[in-house]
């Protein structure tokens, strides 16, 4: 028996709305430097309606990196500005609204 979705009563397989979510978000990929020179790539502009911590385990996995989630958006370990852009829409945000800031 599969999960319904509490917010549209369907179940996950038939519920589109994470899907029109991913689609419709204005992402921005920028690095951030911490302590000790360590960089730190920050994706910003996700929704309420995604999963951020499965996101960023897709993304940890994908990348083969370290990572959080913090304060609304994910924090990955190291540059990944170069890939980011092609694991993002293989999860389903659409290339045109992610921009990398260099």
């Known amino acids: 028996m599969s999960d319904?979705?509490?917010n549209s009563g369907l179940p996950?397989?038939?519920?589109v709305t994470d899907q029109l979510a991913r689609?419709?978000?204005k992402?921005?990929?920028?690095?951030?430097t911490r302590s000790f020179g360590k960089e730190v790539t920050v994706v910003e502009g996700l929704g309420e309606d995604i999963n951020l911590d499965d996101l960023s385990s897709k993304l940890k996995s994908k990348l083969a990196c370290g990572g959080t989630v913090k304060d609304g958006h994910i924090e990955l370990q190291g540059d990944h500005t170069r890939r980011i852009e092609d694991v993002l829409a293989?999860?389903?945000?659409?290339?045109?609204n992610i921009?990398?800031?260099?």
């Open 4 to 6: 319904l979705n509490p």
């Open 12 to 15: 996950d397989e038939l519920d």
């Open 23 to 25: 689609s419709e978000q």
């Open 27 to 32: 992402i921005t990929v920028k690095i951030d």
């Open 90 to 96: 293989d999860q389903g945000f659409d290339r045109e």
């Open 99 to 102: 921009e990398i800031q260099r």
